[in-house]
């Protein structure tokens, strides 16, 4: 692929276990292309998470680079990794890791206010993209007033609210039961779409992953291409 949004190569990752080396990943290779949807599965233990930890910076890899909008990550300092991850990344996580003292308008808002935009424009795309996924009328709401499925949302609309390049997905309705997954999975891919934003995602459902544009597994900690 030309110019990828998101690439690693050569990308491995080990520990040390007292005197023993346990390698995840093995030299692996991914390119995600301009609002490409990527979905990774595998077993549990076999690197996704792993793998998408490296892709987002929050991990070090033992070798090989990271590329987020044509800069290697490795070569950046801690500050302008966060710049970088603010600017150019969305995450969703299994569980939501939002913050229970703020509002749902406020967690939206975060990366925003992080990156110092406007108070007016963080307002007002924040209550678009809460909008967006139907909680117009639960802005002022904390975590303890919303449901599960209402946490993820909000989860959602955060990850989406800087036009990231890329979002990092991580089991995001694997905490969820079936109905609520079918409906958060949904909202997920439509507004994909209308943000036009890539999409990284690891999932251990082989019908969620069936709807991305390709299919990676990981398997003895090496990514390889399966048919849609």
């Not at 005197?19 to 077993?43: C, F, Q, R, Y």
């Not at 800069?71 to 950046?76: A, G």
């Amino acid at each position: 692929m030309s110019n990828p949004v998101l690439a690693c190569y050569s990308l491995a990752k080990s520990y040390l276990d007292g005197t023993s080396k346990i390698t995840v990943l093995h030299h692996v290779d991914l390119e995600v292309n301009h609002a490409e949807m990527v979905a990774i599965v595998g077993a549990s233990g076999s690197g996704k998470s792993t793998l998408l930890h490296l892709l987002g910076g929050l991990d070090k890899p033992t070798q090989g680079q990271v590329v987020l909008n044509g800069k290697n990550i490795q070569q950046l300092s801690e500050r302008e990794k966060c710049q970088l991850r603010n600017k150019y990344l969305g995450f969703v996580y299994q569980f939501h890791h939002l913050l229970p003292e703020f509002s749902a308008l406020e967690n939206v808002s975060m990366p925003l206010l992080i990156r110092g935009d406007h108070p007016h424009v963080i307002r007002e795309k924040a209550e678009y993209l809460l909008e967006q996924v139907g909680l117009q009328d639960r802005t002022k709401h904390r975590l303890g007033q919303l449901s599960g499925g209402e946490r993820q949302r909000v989860a959602i609309a955060r990850a989406l609210v800087s036009d990231p390049l890329c979002v990092l997905a991580d089991e995001p309705t694997g905490n969820l039961d079936p109905a609520n997954a079918e409906r958060v999975l949904q909202l997920f891919f439509n507004l994909q779409k209308a943000c036009n934003t890539s999409v990284v995602m690891v999932t251990h459902d082989p019908l969620i992953a069936k709807q991305a544009q390709r299919v990676m597994r990981i398997e003895e900690g090496k990514l390889n291409v399966l048919p849609v």
